[in-house]
């Protein structure tokens, strides 16, 4: 049965978004099959360039207008967190899904006020975090849940890029507004992880910072507005200890979202540089055969053989967000929620909030959990 998708924004998530919605049908024979309805953007231009590109039938450059549609039927949100909110509360009262991209909303009230919004309406809705959706990362959480590394005592996670390591780049868009710098833009995959994979976070202590705090433009020296990283400790509701670092001027890592979980039986390491493979520690046999192995992401894998049949031939960037198309169809066609929903997106923005006061008041800030996101 055909589904007519609307997405408002076509640019690097948009096309993604797209192109997955092309795709889902054929990698994972869904019952619900995508037609690309109609395409926003910000002119009418951009609008018809991303129709013709990516193959919509038709474009617009008011997301009302896609959003009351008759032919759209579910929507995905692909454009500035500060319209967010407007989309998905218009989407939720004519009772149509939404896929909406990280982080829900420019705020905590925003995306509180999403959460209402999709409880109220009933259908399905769920939060753009990818990277959680590799085969990789969901066998680390399948193999913590049964009780493989035993109960976890540590996890490390980062986020790490370096699209502004130079000091010589100029201003942009980027270095200009909270919702754009790093507590807002790479965070929140990491925060998202670490819940998805330790559990709800209870306690933390942050510091935030500005590495370079001016960027030359092409007539003058600008301030810099927002952060370039920033690391916290804290606690899991479990009683694990953390820590998290985000940066985007970490020099040489191109990809860094990386964990290290221990446990009282065992270890894992990921690092989404190598995506398709897992090492694993487990606390057995003698101590001269022990150490980490690495194991090749293959068929036997959450998500994977549906891609390629041959292990260790990997998938890629693309097929995370095929692979997050097919949830939101599945969601919508069973009328059961599959994780992260906006609760679970909402549950990200209590930490990022948390880190921004931690650091402005030099203090631990506790965080109101909920269970359900692990």
Same mark, same amino acid.
């Given at each position: ?45 951009? +609008? *018809? ?9 038709? @474009? =617009?450059?008011?997301? %009302?207008? #896609?959003?009351? &549609? ?53 259908? +399905? *809705? ?9 085969? @990789? =990362?969901?066998?680390? %959480?399948? #193999?913590?849940? &049964? ?228």
């Amino acid at each position: 049965m055909e589904i007519g998708i609307g997405i408002v924004g076509g640019g690097y998530m948009g096309k993604a978004h797209a192109v997955a919605m092309h795709a889902v049908a054929a990698v994972f024979n869904t019952k619900l099959r995508p037609r690309l309805e109609m395409v926003c953007a910000t002119t009418i231009k951009s +609008a *018809n360039q991303y129709r013709d590109a990516f193959g919509f039938a038709r @474009a =617009t450059d008011d997301w %009302r207008e #896609l959003v009351l &549609d008759d032919k759209v039927e579910a929507i995905v949100i692909a454009s500035p967190q500060v319209t967010h909110r407007e989309i998905a509360e218009l989407a939720f009262k004519h009772k149509k899904p939404v896929l909406c991209e990280k982080p829900m909303g420019a705020s905590l009230d925003d995306s509180a006020a999403m959460v209402a919004a999709a409880k109220n309406a009933g259908v +399905a *809705n769920m939060v753009g975090f990818n990277y959680v959706r590799t085969p @990789a =990362t969901q066998f680390a %959480r399948q #193999l913590i849940r &049964d009780g493989k590394i035993g109960d976890i005592t540590w996890f490390r996670g980062e986020h790490t890029e370096d699209f502004l390591a130079d000091p010589d780049l100029p201003a942009s868009w980027r270095t200009s507004g909270t919702a754009n710098g790093t507590m807002g833009d790479l965070a929140p995959h990491m925060i998202n992880a670490a819940l998805a994979l330790a559990g709800p976070i209870t306690e933390l202590i942050a510091e935030v910072e500005t590495v370079y705090d001016a960027r030359r433009s092409e007539t003058e020296i600008q301030k810099v507005t927002n952060d370039d990283h920033a690391q916290l400790m804290c606690r899991f509701a479990s009683g694990a200890m953390g820590h998290l670092y985000f940066s985007r001027t970490a020099t040489g890592r191109k990809m860094g979202f990386a964990y290290e979980i221990t446990g009282s039986k065992g270890a894992i390491r990921f690092d989404q540089e190598d995506q398709n493979a897992l090492w694993l520690y487990e606390m057995k046999g003698v101590e001269a055969e022990r150490g980490f192995k690495k194991i090749l992401i293959g068929p036997h894998h959450p998500d994977y053989l549906a891609f390629c049949q041959g292990p260790g031939h990997g998938t890629g960037y693309q097929d995370q967000i095929i692979i997050e198309a097919k949830d939101f169809l599945t969601a919508i066609e069973t009328g059961e929620p599959i994780w992260p929903t906006f609760s679970d997106g909402h549950e990200v923005n209590k930490i990022v909030e948390a880190v921004f006061a931690s650091a402005e008041q030099k203090s631990w800030q506790q965080v109101s959990t909920n269970a359900e996101c692990f």
